[in-house]
């Protein structure tokens, strides 16, 4: 137990990771009511994510941009499949990779999507500085974790 002037440096309320996982769990909470209408998931949000930015994608691409490891990555893509919003097939270029692409129902998914930053942002009542600042401050924090 430190004395009454120090700093506990292993003080839970002092703690990063506490403060980054309870922020984690609370903000994805928030998504939870917004996605589930559209039969989403926050995994399964964040492939579509990926690819209404582009689209197909191998899986080896979308692993790399979710940086998810391709067996995480496959359970979500065969039930977003399932769901009837992307479609996996073998890459004519190259027979050894899938790519992954969306159907006309992943696309027009699209537009009931546009819904959600409006209502994340409006719910955390933070202004777009702020919430650019965090994300550059977490990117980096990101970037300094990746080994």
Known sequence: MPQSDEVDLLALDRQVCFALAVASRSVIALYRPLLDPMGLTHPQYLVMLALWEESPLSVKQL?????????????????????GYVTRRRDPRDERSLAVELTPAGREL????????????????????ELESLHKNLTRVIAAATV
């Open 63 to 83: 692993s790399g941009l979710l940086q998810l490891d391709p067996g995480t990555l496959s359970p979500l893509l065969k039930r977003l499949e399932s769901a």
């Open 110 to 129: 699209r537009t009931e999507a546009l819904k959600i930053p409006p209502a994340i942002i409006d719910r955390l009542g933070m202004t777009i500085g």
